[in-house]
């Protein structure tokens, strides 16, 4: 396609206007330099900050150079400092972020903020002046930053006991088995357990776990009186626990207590025991910037249903976590359990686990993935199980309260 001689200098034209734009465009950011007028700028501001539809994160910069940040009913401890003429920190105990920060000289109560490594940008807009209240623009990205928390942050806290995010946690696990009984060393399961996490505040240090479990069978083999049958698709008995929790800041420590019962839900006999089960359990943890390390200790006896035989099982989990950056953490959280009433070689179920998981803001909602890996090195002998994997998805959710 030719261009005629007479539609050059429109083209042109049009050129130099677009270049002309951009270039005022930019000039209307003006870098603010110096300490003082960035430190006046940042102490005592408020940032909102909207994570998603009906879910905003607020923050507050005290003169003192710490701040608090409350998202999803959560809040978030952070320092902050003026390093240089020209550039504010953000820090966390597992992240920190740099901007350099511009002012819009058309519009004075705008400004810009611009990460000093991955130059990504921000900009915030002052909705009131007395108290500084900035809103910022654009959804908010799994590294935080101002006003919202960052996706280390978020796997920090869902992996503390008591913590204040409430989340939706589903996990899918592969069970390979062995033991005596013929064939046992082939078969397998499959199953989806469903359970979600709504802590309700009674005080500052202190929440409300009320925590169902809901097991799905996806495919399951069971021994019987005629050797192995197989289950597909079936519901297994509901577990749940009521746990009071609270954080001792002062020395870094998780305790709790609280009932934990079993209820007889299972579609088929073979998937279950057919009866209620109730009893106490506890729970201790210290909780550092590095991570978790914690144990949950639960004992349950029958207290009606099928009177045929006893129950009297200890059992719980023990549990660890060290964080890492972006999100990722080496994690795991193997359940154990002892059968007081079975035989001697069929009492103790005990694994070794480990594993990873990274949290990351999707859509302004976090959400959790692990992978864990468990290896029984005690297992009943008659029929139990030799490894498992366990894939788990946890997105965080608005509580209700």
């Not at 870094?252 to 609280?258: A, L, P, R, T």
Request: proline share 7%; aromatic share 10%; net charge negative.
């Amino acid at each position: 396609m030719k261009i005629r001689n007479s539609c050059l200098p429109i083209i042109f034209l049009g050129f130099a206007i677009v270049v002309f734009s951009q270039s005022a465009l930019a000039q209307n950011w003006v870098p603010i330099i110096g300490k003082e007028r960035i430190r006046d700028l940042v102490s005592g501001s408020r940032p909102e900050i909207l994570l998603r539809e009906g879910v905003i994160a607020t923050g507050e910069y005290y003169p003192d150079g710490t701040a608090l940040i409350n998202a999803w009913g959560e809040n978030f401890e952070r320092t902050w400092e003026v390093v240089d003429d020209e550039t504010v920190c953000y820090m966390s105990v597992t992240t920190t972020n740099c901007y350099t920060v511009e002012q819009n000289s058309e519009n004075p109560a705008e400004f810009r903020l611009t990460h000093t490594e991955t130059r990504k940008v921000i900009v915030a807009i002052e909705k009131r002046a007395d108290p500084v209240v900035f809103e910022r623009l654009g959804q908010p990205d799994s590294d935080g930053g101002i006003g919202s928390p960052s996706a280390a942050e978020i796997a920090a806290e869902l992996s503390n006991p008591n913590t204040n995010l409430g989340s939706m946690n589903t996990n899918f696990e592969y069970i390979t088995f062995d033991g005596d009984l013929p064939g046992a060393d082939s078969k397998s399961g499959l199953r989806a357990t469903f359970q979600p996490s709504l802590p309700y505040a009674l005080s500052p240090d202190t929440n409300l776990f009320v925590r169902p479990a809901v097991p799905l069978i996806i495919d399951q083999d069971v021994p019987g009186p005629d050797g192995f049958e197989s289950e597909s698709y079936e519901l297994g008995d509901i577990s749940f626990d009521a746990l009071i929790a609270r954080t001792f800041t002062d020395i870094g420590f998780v305790g709790g207590v609280g009932i934990v019962g079993t209820l007889p839900t299972a579609t088929q006999d073979n998937l279950g025991r057919d009866q209620w089960l109730l009893g106490p359990e506890a729970v201790g943890a210290i909780v550092r910037p590095w991570g978790v390390v914690g144990v949950l200790v639960t004992h349950q006896w029958d207290v009606a249903g099928e009177d045929d035989f006893s129950t009297s099982i200890t059992g719980g989990q023990y549990f660890y976590a060290f964080n890492l950056q972006d999100g990722w953490q080496i994690n795991a959280s193997p359940t154990f359990a002892y059968d007081h009433k079975a035989d001697s070689d069929n009492r103790l179920t005990l694994p070794v686990g480990i594993g990873a998981s990274k949290t990351s803001i999707l859509s302004g909602r976090p959400w959790k993935f692990s992978l864990q890996y468990w290896h029984y090195v005690e297992s009943p002998d008659a029929f139990g199980p030799d490894w498992q994997i366990r894939f788990s998805v946890s997105p965080v959710v608005a509580l209700p309260w």
